[in-house]
């Protein structure tokens, strides 16, 4: 067929070279397209960092504190966070359909507090992920647990699903009762899920040599919270954790069970986009909090 705008004159810029960019993600540069276009949704592509809000806690404890009303009291948090983490069943009845926030999915479960937990199967399939529009699909792997073997296969099996179909997968590090929370066992679960094809991994901080499981991990690592520490010492472990490589956080109990959860993701989120000291967060999150108190005495 003809060229209908012959007459124009084109330019093709035969002397400048077409760029061949590098993927922000640390481990991520050889992935497809998709995965790492849904990659840049729970990353942020300028900082390289994540906050990702976690409230997946009902699937095995039921309604935990702070998530009894998650309508009340996650949904006003929602702006502030990059990703969300969460199950299927309330992201169908809780979430609107129009949040612009990528969602990681858990996708692991079966058991509840009052068994054994690392008994997980796979409860999500594929196709329900791509239908809820997931960008991640998260995993538990209890290396070292009872159900180690299961639960690592779990995970490779969800990686080998969400490979077919452009979604990375979360390996969750979860930690038994019995395990040492240290960086020699968090090496370990770290690396052993990133050699299994994890495309990023959830841990925790540990005071001593948490550099060194962000350095022998290939993939990105985000920090979970943990147990609900006070909101000073909260940021100043995000802060740490930051500075000692890692690539964001997956905070739960810390934001959601803080006394102003709305002004502690505010916090967390300058530390982890910004750089911002523990103690500059600490006030942000304090003047956030004497704000929103003016605000409803004005009331
Ligand atoms: C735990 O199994 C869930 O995956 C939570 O999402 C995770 O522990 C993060 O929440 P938190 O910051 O409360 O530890």
Known sequence: MADIDEKKEKDFAPHIPQ?????????????????????????????????????DHGYFQGPTSGLERIDLTILPLIP??????????????????S????????????????????????????????????????VQVFIGGEHER?????MTKMV????????????????????????????????????LGAHFIKTYYVEEGFETVTASCPVPIVIAGGKKIPEREALRMAYRAIQEGAAGVDMGR?????????????????VVHQNETPEKAFSLYQDLSH???GKRQKK
């Open 80 to 97: 502030y966070a990059d990703s969300l983490m969460l199950t299927r069943g309330i992201l169908r009845a809780v979430i609107p359909a």
């Open 99 to 138: 949040t612009p926030q990528s969602i990681v999915l858990r996708v692991s479960g079966g058991t509840s507090i009052l068994k054994e937990l690392s008994d997980e199967g796979l409860a999500v399939d594929i196709e329900e992920a791509i239908r809820l529009n997931a960008c991640g699909l998260a």
């Open 150 to 154: 299961e639960t690592i296969l779990n």
């Open 19 to 55: 760029k061949a960019e590098l993927f922000f993600l640390k481990g991520s540069n050889s992935l497809d397209w998709g995965m790492k276009n849904r990659l840049a949704r729970i990353f942020n592509p300028t900082t390289g960092r994540t906050v990702m809000l976690a409230f």
């Open 254 to 270: 810390n934001i959601f069970q803080a006394e102003n959860p709305e002004a502690m993701i505010q916090a967390v989120r300058a």
């Open 291 to 293: 704000q929103k108190k």
């Open 160 to 195: 080998n699903l969400g490979t077919r179909f452009g979604l990375p997968t979360l390996a969750v590090t979860a930690v038994g009762k019995e395990m040492a929370r240290d960086a020699r066992y968090f090496r370990l679960a770290t690396r052993i899920c990133a050699e």
